[in-house]
């Protein structure tokens, strides 16, 4: 069956870094892509952006330029989301996706189980 | 980038009650629409997607409609599970902007 698990909760200071990974089984890695959502305490669904898990190119929504970065290990089916400069108001969970497409559209059929990030002093 | 505007965003139902949430997208998407229900402290999870198909597994109670600009999705008789939030997302181009959502709760 398909699964996505991402890692443990992470508490951060501001300034440093992290970095939280998905790990896919149950279907072959490279065939689909992978999307990443933000989602801040009390809020709503953000969609931060998608990386092609053939050519590694990734895509960034508005705002999520510079201080983040997708990555992959496809040799282990695993995505990766890196968030530099940390900052308290980054403290959200973060969720993967895995992003099918055909002909009737393309839309995030299973997810991770979100990894909670907070960012305090 | 594509706006989506979900309405209302909250609603008390009964159990038994017909619930209708519409979103609304600032450009013609044609049919590049999915829908998700999230539960606290869990994942979204797909419900319907190119509009109007049902996702595997997703009780038939669920329906979705609309084309272009408008859509809806109609929770026929609502059931305790079915009390959630409810978020639309545009698949047409980047970025795949959520609506912000629709929390549906009991009465």
């Known amino acids: 069956q398909v699964q996505l698990e991402q890692s443990g909760s992470e508490l951060k200071r501001p300034g440093a870094s992290v970095k939280v990974s998905c790990q896919a089984s149950?279907?072959?890695?490279?065939?689909?892509?992978i999307n990443w959502v933000r989602q801040a305490p009390g809020q709503g669904l953000e969609w931060m952006g998608r990386?092609?898990?053939?050519?590694?190119?990734?895509t960034y929504a508005q705002g999520f330029t510079g201080q983040f970065v997708f990555s992959l290990d496809t040799s282990v089916s695993t995505a990766f989301l890196q968030i530099t400069s940390l900052k308290t108001e980054d403290t959200a969970i973060f969720y993967c996706?895995?992003?099918?497409?055909?002909?009737?559209?393309?839309?995030?059929?299973?997810w991770g189980q979100g990894t909670l990030v907070t960012v305090s002093s | 980038d594509i706006q989506m505007t979900q309405s209302p965003s909250s609603v008390s139902a009964s159990v038994g009650d017909r619930v209708t949430i519409t979103c609304r997208a600032s450009?013609?998407?044609?049919?590049?629409l999915a829908w998700y229900q999230q539960k606290p402290g869990k994942a979204p999870k797909l419900l319907i997607y190119?509009?109007?198909n049902l996702q595997s597994g997703v009780p038939s109670r669920f329906s979705g409609s609309g084309s272009g600009t408008d859509f809806t999705l109609t929770i026929s008789s609502l059931q305790p599970e079915d009390f959630a939030t409810y978020y639309c997302?545009?698949?047409?181009?980047?970025?795949?902007?959520f609506g912000g959502g629709t929390r549906v709760d009991i009465k």
């Open positions: 996706a895995r992003e099918y497409y055909d002909s009737s559209g393309s839309y995030s059929d299973y």
């Open positions: 990386i092609n898990t053939v050519t590694g190119e990734p």
């Open positions: 997302q545009h698949t047409n181009t980047f970025p795949l902007t």
């Open positions: 450009q013609t998407i044609s049919s590049w």
């Open positions: 149950g279907y072959t890695f490279t065939n689909y892509a």
């Open positions: 190119a509009a109007s």
